[in-house]
Structure formats: structure tokens, C-alpha cells
């Protein structure tokens, strides 16, 4: 056993231990609760202020400040792109007057008033309605901006008992200009408008006190304060003070997306999802050790050991748990087996290939194994790669870190198969109880599965006709499935409303759906959530029309709680479609660039052909099905396309392989004999993931349960796929446009005989 082979194993697993056991996960707000809003910044009307990369940060500063006034505990905003800002509020679960605080551009301007008027033209924005009476204000040119306020807060006069007002400290430079300002307001004669100063805020006349008799003409408020009064309730008075804290925008923002997650939604997830992942591993574990013995056994360590290491390297690089992240590391333990199961079944065809059985031959079968292995691990796992590296670049909010950790479960497997377990299995080997009955090892054995086939010698390839007849009737299906049902787009590719909300008493759909009519939404889409709950889907609907649907359904449900609330902007909605067919187009050209490079074009045609078809399969169950399409549906179809790729990618390269060595058996024979040998490894991965997939569909709760039946039904298509669509197809195209027979292994055939 190489030293440094094991040091490099003791020293991943301790360093990922230290970290585990020091760190915590970072949660996203999906798991421990809280509001996000993404803003989106706009070009400012009839200014020359673009909204760029720079004016974007500026206001991110400015949305800084107002958030640290609102006094959230450990808020998170972040720059996305050049125009949008994420805004995480961790534990808010009334988003509308965070939202309405934190979205308003605050251009806060002091005027002075120099007349007043019956109404105000259409475009003249320099008469405002006056906020103590019926009619309208002129205005003069803004004589002090937001800038030069250094401080405000919420103050309660009890002395004047004039309730809740907004003190503002000015800074030294302004100062000056608010004096000058009250001082000639100061001059006017007593009673007429001039004698007033509005204090505007978003093109708004929040007050408009005029000059007590005190003030002196010319010489004005020298203190360098004032207050704004307007008959404020406390809250009203604190938020506005924070927007005039905060500072002003530079540009308008709009609120393009809000997600809303109860705390108890999150917390039941998590618990859901741990208790899926451990009953799913322990039936993956308890499978392969009943297929592999010993070397199974030993594979079950390397998992937990994987698992670890895992997690340790999320903490490490700071990335965001979140729900489908969470299904993402889950999923990833399940396919970690693949690795595991490539390399024993490889070892079991060296140890029953050869012609003397003792425990040397064990020892060289089982190192075989991992050596004749390594390719198809890293060209099945770069395909994988490849799909989660898309979902990182393309996706957005909880489905990026689903791509986040599928990356590091692909890699962290590697290590764990390659490395791990080659370290456990080369120390087993060399015990004596190991070498004195080499059967423990499971791999002097054939295997239920391999026994079967060698006894039928199945000639799949001769019918290819028929199973590519077959697979285009299943498209067909599909695709009619499509057309005639159509695809139930969820509000991140359409835009609009949808809230999840849990009733005290039992409320039945028809009656929820009659109270939602009757609070003034006839037209949208009521149905009941997989734990008893309403979830209510429609348009736009604002903050408010969204507390009225809340108290309609809490007269026949009791006390409502909003368990789940996700706002999607309409140009939001396009954006996400177009990216989710972006996504998927990229990814079917990435996966035809890698396995055109690794393979021939007729092998990757064939293998992006079959992908292609169980993408279909997917999306027209969906559509029969009624289940809605969203962005977590999309990151379980890219799943499903570097899963489709990994299967393919097996066979294909037990064929490669076999023409390099054998070059005048016909490829149909040798695709037959690809298949034969690579069924077993086909039938046992798919095992390990479709109990951790089942799992997770039963225990994983409602919102995990259609992320799992779409990649159930993707592992189970792509493993009769690859059988029955890729390897025909690919033995069609080739023998139509035939490789041409590589030089060397000619050149051997005619000078010895021999067949290299």
C-alpha cells in the first residue's frame, strides 16, 4: 500500500473533521426562515444617471444603511450582475414593510413655497399637493438635498403632544443653506404660503411647517436641526427616519422578486430531508455490502468518510445550504456509489477472467480494477460537471447552491472511490483472514445479475430497429403530452403570486377557493399543498391584496400563517425562462463538445440523442401529470442530463476499449458484450440512487416530493436508455460512417497474429 496514498487519505479526513467539528453550514433563508428581495435598479427619469455597475453599488451602500436601521439580525445584500441587488433578511417574515423601506428611492428635497394652486398641470412636477389642506403647493428649486441631513430619528414630542415626528440633524455645510432657507421664508408676511418650507420625499409633501414668529427674517434657524411632523405612528416615523438615514438612491430600484419562508417550513425540511438521507443510505449500504462482502463494507465506510468530507468542504468554501442543495448533497451520497461500483465490478472481471485464482491474482484484480476504472470515473463524472456547472451560471436564488453542492459531491466522490476506499481495500487485502478466503471480498464471485446475462447471452444490438422504435413511440407519447396538456410553468418562468399558507382548522379546497374569489381573485389558481395547507397562485399581487386573501381564509380557517410567499416580476419571469432553454441548449452542446473529443461523433451524437430523449420522457410525464415546471423542476432535468451521460459514458468506454484491443470483431458483437459486462454496475448504481430518490420522494416532504419523482423517472429512463437507445443508435450511425481500423493494431494483425 503507497505511504502516500494513505497520508493524503488521513489527512483529507482530518482536516474535514477539524472543520465539521469547528464550523457551521451557512443556511439559506429556505432553511432557517426569512424574507429575500432582489431589486433590480432603473435608469432615473429625466436625468442623465444611468444604472451601471457603479450606480448599483452606490445604492447597494445606501440599502446597507437602511437595513442596519431596521435593526435585522445578520442581514445579507450582495450585487447580482451589474443592475440587481439580493437582500436577505434573515427571520422577517412580514415582508411588506421591509420592502417598502428598503425599495423607496428616498430623493428627499427641502423647497421653499412660493405660491399655492387649484391643481396641478400633468407634467409639472413642481406643484405637490399641500399634506394640511385641500389644495396644491408651488415649489421652488430644491435648496437642500437628502445628502446633507448627518442624522434623524423617531421622536415622540410630549411636549406639544403633537405625537410622533422625524428630528433631522443637518451637517456644518447644510446648515447654512437651511438657515438661509428659513430665514427668507422667515420675511413673508404672516399667513401666506411663502412663509412655508416642504420637505419632500419620492416626489411627495411629507410636511410643510410654516415659520413660527420667532424666527427672525434673514437670519432663520440657526441650530442647525428642524423636525418633520405629519401626524407619524411610531412605525411610520422610524421607517421614514431610516430611508432619510439611509441616505438617498442614486437610482430608482424595483422590487423584481421576494421569497418568503416560515421558520418552521425550513426546520421541518431539514428534519425531513436528514431522515430521507439516512434511511436511503442505510438501504444503499445494506445493498451493496450485500453485493460487494467485504469490499461493499468497506465502501460503506468510504461513503460516511465521503459524506464528511462533503460537508466539510461547503463550510469551508462558505456556500449557502439551501433546500434543494440540501436534496443535492443527499442525491450526491446516493450517486457517490457509482465510483465504488465501477471499480469492484471491474475487479471482479480481472479475478474471474483469470486463469489461477490465490490471493496475488486478488491483489492485482482489485488494483486493475481501480486502474482500468479511473477513465470512465472522470469521463462520467465530468459530465455531471458539466450539468452542475451550468446550474451555478445560469440558475438563480436556492437552485444555484443545488449546483454548488452537486459540484462538490462529484469531486469529493472521486477522492472518496479513488482514494479512500483504495486505501481500505489495499490495507483488507493484505490481512490473513482475508487472504485465506478471498471470497469475503465479493469480487471471486459473479454476481447474480452477471450470472443471468452469461447464461442468456442477450443479443440486444441485432433488435436495435425495434428498441429505437420503441424509444421514438415513448418520445411521441411524450411529446403529445406537451401539446395536448401543456406545461404547468411555475411563477419563476411566469411571473406573479404564490403563497403558501397553514390554517389553524381544516380548510377544504372549494372553500378556500370560493373565499379567494370573494376577496377579489376569481381567476387564480387555488389548490391544497401536500400537508394540509392552501397554496394560492394568481398575477401580480401586492403586499396588501395578499393580507386580504389571508384574512378571507382565515374566517373559515381560524389563524393563518404564511408558510412559503414567492413574488416573481413579470420581465423577471421571461428572464428565468429564456435561461432555463439557454441552460438546457448549452448543455446538450457541452455534453456533445466533451463526448465528441472522448469518443467519436457517432458515439456522442448517439449518446446526446438518448439524453435528449430522456429529457423528453421527464417533461411530458410532468405535463400528464399536471406538475408544475419550475426552477427546481430544472435543476432535477440537468441532474437527469448528466446522470443520462454518466450511464452512456460507461458503455461507451467498455466498447472503446474493446475495439482498441480487438479491432476485427464486428461492432455489434461488441457493443452486445459492453452491455453484458456494464449491466451490473448500470443496475446496482441505480439502485444506490433510486433508494435514496425514494426516500426522499416519501419522507422529503411536499416540496421535495416532485424534485424526486422527475429524477426517479430520469435514473430510470436513462438506465434503459442507455440499453435500448444509445448503444443502437451508436451502432447504427457507425456503420454508416465506420472508423477507420487504427494503424498499429492493422499492422500487429498482419505481421503476428497478435491482437493488440
Not at 408651488?138 to 435648496?143: F, K, Q, V
Not at 435543476?635 to 466498447?655: E, H, K, P
Not at 422529503?700 to 436508455?721: E, H, P, Y
Request: hydrophobic content about 50%.
Amino acid at each position: 500500500m503507497p505511504l502516500w496514498r494513505a497520508l493524503i487519505a488521513l489527512a483529507v479526513i482530518a482536516a474535514s473533521l477539524a472543520i465539521a467539528l469547528t464550523q457551521s453550514a451557512r443556511l439559506g433563508l429556505d432553511l432557517r426562515g426569512g424574507t429575500q428581495i432582489v431589486l433590480e435598479t432603473k435608469d432615473a427619469p429625466d436625468t442623465k444617471l444611468k444604472a451601471d455597475a457603479e450606480a448599483t453599488d452606490r445604492a447597494l451602500e445606501v440599502l446597507r444603511r437602511r437595513v442596519d436601521a431596521l435593526g435585522v439580525a445578520e442581514p445579507t445584500l450582495s450585487r447580482s450582475g451589474e443592475r440587481r441587488i439580493i437582500v436577505e433578511l434573515p427571520g422577517v417574515q412580514d415582508p411588506r414593510e421591509a420592502a417598502e423601506v428598503i425599495g423607496r428611492t428616498a430623493q428627499l428635497t427641502v423647497h421653499a413655497v412660493t405660491g399655492t394652486a387649484e391643481k396641478a398641470a400633468k407634467d409639472d412636477k413642481r406643484t405637490l399637493r399641500d399634506p394640511d389642506g385641500g389644495g396644491y403647493l408651488r415649489l421652488g428649486e430644491p435648496a437642500l438635498s437628502g445628502d446633507g441631513v448627518r442624522d434623524a430619528q423617531a421622536v415622540l414630542d410630549q411636549q406639544t403632544m403633537s405625537g410622533w415626528t422625524v428630528a433631522l440633524d443637518f451637517r456644518k455645510d447644510a446648515t447654512a443653506a437651511w438657515a438661509r432657507l428659513t430665514g427668507e421664508a422667515a420675511c413673508a408676511p404672516q399667513g401666506s404660503p411663502e412663509r412655508r418650507v416642504a420637505i419632500v420625499l419620492d416626489g411627495r409633501i411629507v410636511s410643510a411647517p410654516g415659520m413660527n414668529p420667532s424666527v427672525p427674517c434673514r437670519t432663520g434657524i440657526t441650530g442647525g436641526d428642524t423636525q418633520i411632523t405629519g401626524g407619524f405612528t411610531q412605525q411610520q416615523a422610524q421607517d421614514l427616519a431610516a430611508l432619510v438615514k439611509g441616505g438617498a438612491l442614486p437610482v430608482p430600484v424595483d422590487v423584481v422578486e421576494q421569497r418568503t419562508v416560515g421558520p418552521t417550513l425550513g426546520a421541518d425540511a431539514i428534519e425531513a430531508s436528514t431522515r430521507a438521507a439516512l434511511i436511503g443510505l442505510a438501504l444503499t449500504a445494506l445493498f451493496i455490502v450485500v453485493v460487494y462482502r467485504l469490499l461493499g463494507a468497506l465502501a460503506t465506510v468510504a461513503l460516511a468518510l465521503y459524506g464528511l468530507i462533503s460537508y466539510a468542504a461547503l463550510v469551508a468554501l462558505g456556500a449557502t445550504l439551501t433546500l434543494p442543495g440540501l436534496a443535492g448533497f443527499v442525491l450526491a451520497i446516493g450517486m457517490a456509489v457509482d465510483a465504488n461500483v465501477l471499480v469492484f465490478e471491474r475487479a471482479r472481471e480481472e479475478y474471474l477472467g483469470s486463469r489461477t485464482k490465490s490471493s496475488a491474482v486478488l491483489d492485482k484484480s482489485v488494483t486493475r480494477g481501480f486502474g482500468k476504472a479511473w477513465s470512465a470515473v472522470v469521463d462520467s463524472n465530468v459530465t455531471t460537471l458539466l450539468a452542475a456547472g451550468l446550474l451555478f451560471f445560469l440558475a438563480t436564488g436556492p437552485v444555484k447552491g443545488f449546483g454548488v453542492t452537486l459540484s462538490i459531491g462529484v469531486v469529493a466522490s472521486m477522492v472518496s472511490a479513488l482514494v479512500v476506499t483504495r486505501v481500505l481495500a489495499d490495507f483488507a487485502l493484505r490481512r490473513a483472514a482475508v487472504r485465506r478466503r478471498p471470497s469475503l471480498t465479493g469480487v471471486t464471485t459473479t454476481g447474480r445479475v452477471r450470472a443471468w446475462l452469461a447464461r442468456r447471452d442477450p443479443r440486444l444490438v441485432r433488435r436495435r430497429r425495434r428498441w429505437l422504435g420503441v424509444s421514438s413511440l415513448l418520445v411521441v407519447v411524450a411529446v403529445a403530452g406537451i401539446l395536448v396538456r401543456g406545461l404547468d410553468f411555475g411563477v419563476e418562468f411566469t411571473g406573479g403570486r404564490m403563497v403558501e399558507y397553514s390554517t389553524a382548522r381544516t380548510v377544504d379546497v372549494d372553500t378556500a377557493r370560493t373565499a379567494v374569489a370573494d376577496a377579489g381573485f376569481p381567476r387564480a389558481v387555488v389548490q391544497e399543498s401536500g400537508d394540509g395547507g392552501i397554496t394560492v397562485r394568481t398575477g401580480e399581487l401586492s403586499d396588501a391584496e395578499q393580507q386580504d386573501v389571508k384574512e378571507a381564509l382565515a374566517r373559515h380557517g381560524g389563524e393563518v400563517t404564511v408558510e412559503r410567499d414567492e413574488m416573481i416580476g413579470p420581465s423577471l419571469g421571461d428572464e428565468l425562462r429564456t435561461k432555463a432553454l439557454i441552460a438546457l441548449g448549452i448543455a446538450v452542446l457541452a455534453q456533445l463538445a466533451y463526448l465528441s473529443v472522448r469518443f467519436r461523433w457517432t458515439f456522442a451524437a448517439a449518446a446526446v440523442a438518448a439524453m435528449t430523449h430522456d429529457v423528453l420522457i421527464v417533461v411530458g410525464l410532468f405535463a400528464w401529470l399536471g406538475k408544475p415546471v419550475d426552477s427546481v423542476f430544472l435543476a432535477a432535468l440537468l441532474t437527469v442530463i448528466g446522470y443520462s451521460v454518466n450511464d452512456t459514458v460507461v458503455v461507451f468506454d467498455r466498447v472503446r476499449e474493446a475495439r482498441r484491443r480487438d479491432p476485427r470483431t464486428s461492432l455489434e458483437r461488441t457493443a452486445d458484450k459492453a452491455v453484458v459486462q456494464t449491466l451490473p454496475r448500470t443496475v446496482n448504481t441505480g439502485m444506490g440512487a433510486l433508494f435514496v430518490l425514494a426516500a426522499l420522494a416519501v419522507l422529503g416532504g411536499d416540496s421535495l416530493a416532485d424534485f424526486s419523482l422527475a429524477l426517479i423517472a430520469g435514473v430510470v429512463v436513462g438506465m434503459a436508455s442507455t440499453v435500448f437507445t444509445a448503444v443502437p443508435l451508436a451502432v447504427t450511425l457507425e456503420s454508416r460512417a465506420p472508423a477507420p481500423v487504427p494503424r498499429r493494431a492493422a499492422r500487429d494483425v498482419r505481421g503476428t497474429g497478435a491482437v493488440v
